[in-house]
């Protein structure tokens, strides 16, 4: 990668790829909407849209390897069946005449039996909703022409990350001492992925040509309760263990039938009921690469909550 890496998408997971690229000393230019993105001598940002394929075209001139880190608009399968395909197909297309490998962050939503831990040859047929909308960009991937990885995290945490179960929902009120309440249950085990670790992958991926064209699972530490991973950060933050609520499945599904987007919340509660884990261990060995040990990933990101919380 001695070239431009081009990154789409500036949200925790393509905004943490830059940084990481330019600290490694590689030449980044970031693709955003609004133009944001690191501020850093070798981050290029710039304006482009996805959607836009002669912009796309321009942008991705020069590029050895391209992060598409961008996500819909709102959380919604028709969102999502709208907007990120043709997006999608922009830079496969771009990337090709640029002779860039192109290397996608991807969700556990395509596995079709979630029930067992899930490994990067499990079957990925899961159909309808959110659901489908991903293995149709996996099965769009494979047949391209680019080289393709998408490589597969399960819910993130992690500096930047706010909307998500272990974001905005749970850190800040780790850190005030509120009563946090959970999706499914607090008690069952889920796989949790540090978004600096999937960063990590994404890039050693897009320089081992040997795993171009395959699926891989980002690093991922042992499974934990969502009421676990809530005390790592009070353990981190110095605070006392929070108390921890559910939000009960009948409640959100009665919820669901008057407003879409709990009902767009609905459709992923499988995975907070159940047992729910990755196994990245295949990857982990392929690439080198361990996941961050809880309490560091936790201490990490209780950092920079508060540093948020102070420039407020």
Same mark, same amino acid.
């Given at each position: 990668m001695?070239?431009?890496?081009?990154?789409?998408g500036a949200g925790p997971v393509?905004?943490?790829? !830059?940084?990481?690229? !330019? $600290?490694q000393g590689h030449r980044v230019r970031v693709l955003t909407r609004s133009g944001s993105g690191p501020d850093h001598p070798l981050v290029e940002k710039i304006k482009a849209d996805a959607?836009?394929? !002669?912009?796309?075209?321009?942008?991705?001139?020069?590029?050895? !390897?391209?992060? $598409?880190?961008? $996500?819909?608009?709102?959380?919604?399968a028709e969102a999502w069946r709208r907007d990120l395909p043709p997006a999608e197909q922009n830079v496969l297309e771009a990337a090709h005449r640029a002779g860039a490998v192109v290397v996608f962050p991807e969700s556990l939503y395509s596995y079709s039996e979630p029930?067992?831990?899930m490994t990067e040859d499990g079957p990925r047929t899961a159909t309808g909703g959110k659901r489908g909308v991903r293995c149709g960009l996996l099965a769009a991937r494979a047949g391209s022409g680019t080289p393709t990885v998408s490589v597969v995290a399960s819910d993130f945490f992690g500096p930047r990350v706010r909307m998500a179960h272990a974001g905005e929902r749970m850190v800040p009120r780790v850190l005030e001492g509120k009563t946090l309440r959970v999706l499914g249950s607090a008690d069952v085990p889920h796989s949790f992925t540090y978004v600096p670790d999937l960063a990590a992958a994404m890039i050693a991926a897009a320089g081992k040509p040997e795993v171009w064209n395959m699926v891989l699972h980002a690093p991922t530490g042992p499974a934990v309760t969502q009421r676990q991973l809530a005390e790592a950060f009070a353990q981190a933050a110095g605070t006392p263990a929070p108390k921890v609520a559910s939000l009960p499945g009948w409640l959100l599904r009665a919820a669901g039938a008057v407003s879409p987007d709990t009902r767009e919340l609905v459709e992923m509660l499988y995975q907070f009921e159940k047992p729910f884990v990755m196994d990245s261990s295949r990857t982990e060995a392929l690439l080198g690469i361990k996941p961050t040990p809880l309490a560091e990933a936790a201490a990490a990101t209780v950092q920079w909550r508060r540093g948020v919380r102070k420039a407020a």
């Open positions: 001695s070239s431009i890496n081009v990154v789409t393509g905004w943490t790829v !830059a940084e990481q690229l !330019a $600290h959607s836009d394929p !002669a912009r796309i075209e321009t942008a991705l001139e020069g590029a050895s !390897a391209v992060f $598409h880190c961008i $996500h819909g608009g709102k959380y919604s029930g067992r831990i």
